[in-house]
């Protein structure tokens, strides 16, 4: 299994406070579930640009820490609405710094999971 995050957050993946991260569970891309989440599971990080969008860095790496937590954000930012949202909150490990994968280079923001049937979490 092997995890790829994406996003266009300022401050990813590289300039993290304590390495900690959270994604709220609708950041999910299907197939990827709670079910999946594993300490320790290699991941791939990428940051692109805001609009107009473009790649800018990927590297590798794996989340540990993972724990499931309430978030305040709001929702829905149009309406102002704002409720607990479940999140997962994780520690980012990067290794090393790598070419941004053009596999990926469509990508829109979440949490994917590659090959989720694997047993290969944490392997490099």
């Known amino acids: ?16 406070p304590g390495g900690r991260a959270s994604y709220t569970m609708k950041m999910f891309v299907p197939p990827m579930a709670a079910k999946h989440l ?12 805001k609009p107009p969008r473009k790649p800018l860095r990927a590297w590798t790496g794996k989340v540990t820490g993972i724990e ?17 949202v479940p999140a997962v909150t994780f520690t980012v ?17 979440g949490w994917y999971v590659e090959e ?6 944490g392997l490099w």
């Open 38 to 49: 594993k300490d320790g599971t290699r991941t791939t990080f990428l940051l692109f640009s």
């Open 93 to 109: 490990h990067l290794s090393r710094e790598i070419r941004f994968p053009s596999k990926h280079a469509a990508l829109a923001d």
């Open 68 to 84: 499931l937590t309430g978030d305040s954000r709001p929702d829905n930012y149009r309406v102002g609405y704002s409720r607990s």
């Open 1 to 16: 299994m092997k995890y790829v995050m994406v996003t266009d957050w300022r401050e990813h993946w590289d300039r993290l």
């Open 116 to 121: 989720p049937d694997s047993d290969a979490a």
